[in-house]
């Protein structure tokens, strides 16, 4: 029930009339036996709040409210407590006494409740006020205000760090790791985590027989307990392979759960811990167990399958062998979110083997005649990343790439040519007669990578495409216009046909050369330019062998990511960070660094 | 974890703005909208933003936008799944979630989260549970929101905190009756020549459950690994294949088991009441249920998939002009069985300007071509098993300067057959054990619907 629907936008005028009619409802001294105008009133205030009138002058008002034994209305200026109180440190004052009310109230709610809001106002005085009461909380005899109180501990440490320590709550927390009540272990261990997440000096670290009582308090937790309970298990160091094998095989059967984080956090531990067994026939019936549920959850919805997909990613870099057959389950549906299509993809191409190459090929084709165009695109590429990955496809993918071009869908074109330039570099001497239908497509090249591309491909066979002195001649009609990366491609393509057919070369050369080293910017395609330009003019045959030398061989693999950072994304699977790739450091900035076995 | 949850409408109004940390401003509301809500692109990119150090994770639903913050490296899976319940807990509260049910329920909307998330850390979100001591009168009453408004605060405690915080140990029923939908969606990639390229059927078994006191339930599939553990033997009495007629079939007490068919389970996840444990030692799957509807399980398979339709299309591009279709489609299960509600959606190229359609067969049905979805709709009221209709059409197209590439995306069905199962899943029992002894009635049924049925042309 919004007052107003409509008048939701206040000038600053009608705020402060706002402000005034609610303070002469707030202090009413109408005839309200059961509280329900000062209730409308409160309403009408959160309301306010909510659409970021500022409330604040009412804080007096709304304080005295707090005697009002009703816990809606309660609960409302409570709220209103948390939004401003910070704000108006000097008022929020006033409300220790209401405060220290109702943490000796009779009702566990209302006890909890009030511990619960305490610890949200950062305000020196309420701060303070809190921490006998705390003390007592935490050994409440009602569940819900302990569990409610370990929190309230961690909002303490966020708060102040050291009184934390001082006040020697964090054993009280560690003792509440006993705790018979499964929610109080769980929020805990949740507080315990994040404090030493957070503190440069606290290192929390399980032993084995901490790890296993946690484990036998999964089966009591909710969901979200699991999932606290589960990732601090990320802090036991196992001392042993048996160790490592005990916790993975006591926590297997959460792949079960319906919940896609407790999936994912114990596919994280079971990755940390796998780590740590030391016989390989060990490992093969685990990652046997983990794949069905990785793809069980690309039936959840679509933003927790792209979450999954990203950690299957890096799952099947790491170890390659789950997954093994389940290649169709990654196809993509024709209304999947692009985000998740451009994720199945990576999957897919990680996927391709030489006995499904041909499957993967005829799916992609089928990928490369979509709307959206990155998705395009990115099938295109894929295309080319196959040929070079499995050889025996290769011919396969470049008759594919080829029934593409002939789309004259231009991105599409575009996209083929750039990786048939990588397919020529990986196979030379192979592929040489699809040439010709390559050049039918010059006109159309807008972009720098596909120019560059295409002008690699002739300058590397300038001596077998007839007219590759033309083609080139023509390119070089815009080369002042073009980007450096296009620059640089015809720089050396150019010499290319000179060093193979001086004769066709030798108008051209000249030019490229004045241009490149005088007329460009880049320093790049400068220094190029002059050190072409002396080998040519003092030693032709040592330019020959420079510049027609064999190139490093180039391979699919281009995207994996290096050993140290795998292993440390591992450590992440389900969080921000397996989605980006990048280690938490790089974005959050208190992040510990972890790695593998410290 | 979470620093902040809002809640934006369509524009991108902040309803409701709920910050549980220090580390974000009320502000931080706007740059989300800035950059998510009214960004220029039309397909959003990400469900997750990540700005600075700042991430925003959102899903939506109707015209509602739910955001969660987070300053951390958050587990993203466990934020979304909290959205997610956050979605469930509004459409129980409020039967529909809306801006419209945001609007008039905001307070109780903040006393939810206040509940729900503490410092930002999921806590309980039971709908049976938080109802006990989370209501106000704006919610439309609810037999058991009247019935336990005075429950006594130690009991909601316990409740909110303990083994099973999904039950309340007080409810009664004159009559104990168990309902289990076993709902099946078949999921299927079919290319332009036939082959299948994918098939699968996701299962969702749900129960509804009212029962009194404490039940324990032990509920048995005919899974494979189960059966061929037990020898495969037994038959007789219990369980048969979904048969026709009727709209549910009554579980008997003691289940046999069935001969016949048994069905490899590639995957499945359970409800939080299940114990995971014991599915793992020996797949039994056993629980304690909640009161009322809750998803029991989800399972996947991926073997002998029993396709109920099969699709035959011919598309043939008659220059630049014209365009012919012919499209078959064969149903394939009981003869005592049918489909209902079935569309056929057939897409046509943008550039379409006329569709003549004739459908053949016995009831038919109707299609109509429908410019804006670039699609002809073929709409069959009921489909009867083994039955054959078809349809073919002419599209004239209009002629265009450039060559306008069409994508030819899959036809796609929608359809629902009763008492009919693609993975070939059967129950075989529902046991349930309670202290004070009672007889308990178990209906069980049978749906399956099209997930993604997808035929590529």
């Not at chain 1, 460009?520 to 040592?542: H, K, N, Q």
């Not at chain 1, 994304?569 to 974005?587: A, C, M, V």
């Not at chain 2, 850390?121 to 938080?130: A, G, I, K, R, S």
Request: with cysteine; glycine share 6%.
């Amino acid at each position: 029930m919004l007052p107003n629907d409509r008048g939701y936008r206040f000038s600053g005028v009608e705020s402060s009339r706002k402000v005034h009619d609610l303070r002469a409802e707030l202090t009413s001294e109408k005839k309200d036996p059961r509280q329900q105008r000062k209730k409308i009133a409160m309403k009408k205030v959160v309301a306010n709040m909510t659409m970021g009138n500022d409330m604040s002058p009412l804080f007096q008002e709304v304080i005295a409210c707090m005697s009002i034994p009703d816990l809606e209305v309660k609960k409302m200026v409570y709220l209103f407590l948390i939004n401003y109180a910070r704000a108006r440190a000097e008022i929020a004052n006033l409300a220790v006494n209401g405060f220290e009310d109702d943490l000796n109230d009779p009702n566990p709610l209302v006890r909890a409740m009030a511990i619960r809001t305490m610890g949200y106002i950062y305000v020196e005085r309420v701060i303070e006020s809190l921490i006998d009461p705390l003390r007592h909380c935490l050994r409440d005899r009602d569940p819900y205000v302990r569990k409610t109180a370990a929190m309230a501990v961690l909002k303490l440490s966020m708060f102040d760090r050291s009184l934390v320590e001082e006040e020697r709550f964090l054993d009280m927390l560690k003792d509440l790791l006993a705790d018979g009540n499964p929610s109080v272990v769980a929020n805990a261990v949740a507080a315990l985590t994040e404090i030493s997440e957070r503190s440069p000096h606290i290192k929390l670290k399980l032993n084995m027989k901490i790890a296993n009582k946690l484990i036998t308090a999964l089966n009591e937790c909710n969901e979200w307990g699991q999932i606290y309970i589960l990732e601090s298990l990320m802090y036991v160091v196992p001392q042993d392979s048996s160790d490592a094998e005990t916790i993975i095989e006591r926590i297997m059967p959460r792949l079960q759960h319906g919940n896609s984080g407790v999936v994912l956090v114990s596919v994280k531990v079971i990755s940390y811990m796998m780590n740590y067994v030391s016989q390989v026939e060990t490992l093969e019936p685990i990652l046997r167990k983990l794949s069905p549920p990785l793809v069980t959850l690309l039936t959840a919805g679509p933003e927790v399958q792209y979450i999954t997909l990203r950690n299957i990613q890096l799952l099947l870099q790491r170890w390659p062998t789950i997954l093994q057959n389940q290649l169709r389950a990654f196809f993509c549906k024709y209304d999947d979110p692009i985000y998740v299509k451009l994720a199945k993809l990576e999957v897919i191409l990680s996927l391709t083997t030489e006995d499904n190459a041909r499957v993967v090929l005829t799916e992609l084709t089928e990928y490369a005649t979509e709307i959206d165009i990155d998705f395009v695109r990115k099938a295109v590429r894929s295309i080319g990343r196959i040929a070079i990955k499995i050889e025996l496809a290769a011919d396969r993918c470049v008759r594919a790439l080829l029934d593409l071009i002939q789309t004259k869908v231009n991105y599409v074109v575009q996209e083929a040519i750039v990786v048939i330039r990588d397919i020529f570099r990986k196979y030379p001497n192979r592929y040489e007669s699809i040439i010709g239908t390559l050049c039918e497509n010059l006109g159309s090249l807008d972009e720098s990578e596909a120019r560059a591309a295409m002008i690699w491909i002739i300058g590397q066979y300038a001596d077998r495409i007839d007219n590759s002195d033309e083609v080139l001649g023509t390119f070089l009609e815009s080369f002042l216009d073009d980007t450096a990366e296009v620059q640089l491609a015809l720089l050396t393509a150019i010499v290319k046909l000179f060093i193979m057919r001086p004769t066709a070369g030798q108008d051209l050369v000249p030019k490229v050369l004045k241009w490149a080293t005088e007329d460009v910017d880049s320093p790049d395609i400068r220094d190029r330019g002059f050190i072409y330009w002396r080998l040519l003019s003092t030693d032709p045959e040592l330019a020959r062998t420079i510049v027609l030398s064999d190139k490093p061989e180039i391979t699919a693999e281009g995207e994996r990511l290096d050993m140290p950072l795998l292993e440390e994304l591992l450590l992440q699977i389900g969080t921000l960070s397996s989605i980006y790739r990048k280690p938490p450091s790089t974005f959050i900035p208190f992040a510990k660094k972890r790695v593998l076995g410290v | 974890m979470l620093s902040a949850v809002f809640i934006y409408n369509q524009k991108g109004e902040v309803l409701i703005s709920r910050l549980y940390r220090h580390d974000v401003k009320r502000s931080v509301a706007d740059v989300f909208r800035v950059h998510v809500i009214s960004s220029p692109a039309a397909v959003v990119r990400s469900p997750v933003t990540t700005l600075g150090s700042t991430s925003f994770h959102h899903i939506r639903y109707d015209n509602l936008w739910l955001c969660a913050v987070t300053k951390n490296n958050a587990s993203a899976a466990m934020v979304f799944e909290f959205l997610y319940r956050l979605l469930g807990l509004g459409v129980s509260y409020f039967g529909r979630f809306d801006e419209e049910a945001v609007k008039n329920n905001f307070v109780l909307i903040y006393e939810l989260l206040d509940e729900v998330l503490d410092f930002g850390y999921p806590q309980n979100m039971e709908v049976d549970t938080l109802k006990l001591y989370v209501t106000t009168e704006s919610v439309r009453s609810s037999r058991s929101v009247a019935a336990d408004a005075a429950a006594a605060p130690q009991s909601i405690t316990m409740q909110a905190t303990g083994a099973t915080t999904w039950r309340r140990n007080d409810i009664a029923y004159k009559k104990n009756e168990a309902f289990v939908d076993v709902i099946e969606s078949v999921n299927l990639i079919l290319s332009a020549k036939g082959t299948v390229l994918r098939a699968d059927v996701q299962g969702q078994i749900v129960m509804r459950s009212f029962l009194s006191g404490m039940p324990e339930c032990k509920f048995g599939l005919n899974d494979k690994l189960v059966l061929e553990r037990d020898g495969g033997g037994g038959g007789g009495g219990g369980a048969s294949a979904p048969a026709a007629g009727g709209m549910g079939r009554r579980l008997g007490g003691t289940g046999g088991v069935g001969d016949g068919e048994s069905v490899e389970i590639a995957d499945c996840q359970f409800h939080q009441c299940v114990r995971l444990g014991r599915f793992d030692t020996d797949r039994t799957i056993s629980f304690i249920p909640p009161d009322g509807e809750f998803e029991l399980m989800r399972y996947r398979t991926t073997e002998n998939v029993n396709l109920p339709f099969k699709v035959l299309p011919v598309v043939r591009e008659l220059g630049k002009t014209r365009i012919e279709y012919e499209v078959l489609i064969k149903s394939n299960f009981s003869a005592k069985l049918s489909a209902t509600n079935m569309a056929v959606a057939i897409p046509t190229p943008p550039n379409a300007t006329k569709c003549r359609i004739k459908v053949t067969g016995a009831g038919a049905g109707k299609a109509k071509y429908h410019p804006e979805d670039n699609a002809m709709v073929w709409r069959i009221a009921r489909f009867q098993g083994l039955q054959e209709l078809s349809l073919t059409a002419v599209v004239d197209l209009a002629p265009t300067t450039k060559p306008v590439p069409w994508s030819r995306p899959p036809i796609s069905l929608n359809f629902q057959v009763l008492m009919f199962t693609a993975s070939g899943l059967l129950v075989r029992f529902l046991k349930v054990f309670e202290k004070s002894n009672y007889q308990s009635v178990k209906w069980v049924r049978y749906m399956t619907k099209a997930g993604s049925y997808e035929i590529r042309i």
